[in-house]
């Protein structure tokens, strides 16, 4: 607050010396109100249970076409397999592919034991491979795909070529249930406590007035978040980035989305399902590619949520899983 009308006589030494320290407890105050607290949360009550699924085949549809909404045809890699060249950290829409799934793929049977794949195995989980040549690898949870529930699994750079499509790789999976603490309003999902340690140390943390602020590379409007709209959870898959917009993907920068981004949907509660909500916030993952398919797009799964807005996303180039667990 600033004074008004108030004179203090003193010689021009006792006057910087006031100035200086009223400039270093102005400082000091400043400080103390960005001083943030980490999220604590229900860490002991958390159930670690372990999950199985196989490295999935490529999938095509018959015939084998992406439709754009301009009417071109292509067809082009997509779902599933063993991806050598599209990683945590690389780009998610330079890419002659569609909805295409970074790293490793798996999947299981479908229905409930899929579902427990993919609700289960959160973001951070470790991953190890359980039969082939490559047993024994360990791997960590990066992403989730809805619709055909695919959960994708980045390993080391030299574990790759010793992959075959069907190898069984099994998840220490943990997370689900967890709970803020020390404050209200943000709901936590896909989350392991590995990524929640992670970005507490590179800068995550509750704001003295209970705002979680949390770094991110990119901030997304609502409005274009197309594909997986509706549903009634967030707990498994993922919901896409449009990019049809020319002007909205080069305001936002969208075009430089890697996967493993931890990116901001502006307007967006994800608490129970994904709607639109003015003020509300929803920060998650980029876990697969773009698309050319109308209402489709790099996907992103929910990590954190809030209806009243109480996450504020500040910008950080390195937010990516890549960095935060130390992937590539």
Do not use: C, W
């Amino acid at each position: 607050m600033p004074f008004q009308g108030l004179r203090i006589a003193v010689s021009r030494p006792a006057f910087v010396g006031v100035a200086l320290a009223l400039a270093l407890a102005l400082t000091q105050a400043a400080s103390a109100q960005e001083r943030l607290v980490p999220l604590e949360v229900n860490r002991d009550q958390l159930v670690e249970m372990a999950v199985l699924g196989a490295i999935a085949a490529p999938r095509q549809a018959s015939p084998p076409y992406r439709i754009a909404p301009d009417g071109t045809v292509k067809t082009l890699p997509g779902t599933g397999s063993i991806t050598y060249n599209y990683r945590v950290g690389d780009p998610a829409t330079q890419m002659a592919g569609d909805h295409v799934e970074p790293a490793v793929s798996i999947n299981t049977t479908p229905g409930g034991e899929q579902l427990g794949l993919s609700v289960l195995s959160t973001i951070g989980s470790l991953a190890r491979v359980v039969s082939g040549e490559a047993r024994g690898a360990v791997g960590t949870i990066i992403g989730k795909h809805g619709g055909i529930e695919n959960v994708m699994v980045e390993f080391p750079d030299d574990v790759y070529d010793m992959l075959v499509i069907g190898d069984r790789i099994q998840v220490r999976a943990i997370g689900v249930g967890m709970e803020a603490t020390n404050m209200e309003g943000v709901a936590i999902r896909n989350m392991s406590p590995r990524l929640l340690d992670a970005l507490t140390a590179a800068g995550m943390g509750v704001t003295p007035d209970g705002v979680l602020r949390v770094p991110v590379t990119h901030t997304i409007p609502a409005k274009i978040m197309g594909s997986g709209l509706g549903r009634s959870t967030v707990s498994h898959g993922d919901y896409d980035i449009q990019m049809f917009d020319r002007g909205v993907v080069e305001r936002y920068g969208l075009d430089t989305l890697r996967f493993g981004d931890i990116v901001a949907i502006l307007d967006a509660d994800n608490t129970h399902g994904r709607i639109y909500l003015e003020g509300a916030v929803s920060i998650g993952v980029v876990a697969h590619g773009t698309s050319r398919v109308a209402g489709h797009g790099p996907g992103f799964t929910t990590l954190l949520t809030s209806a009243t807005g109480k996450i504020e996303p500040v910008m950080d180039p390195d937010a990516n899983l890549a960095t935060l667990l130390n992937l590539r």
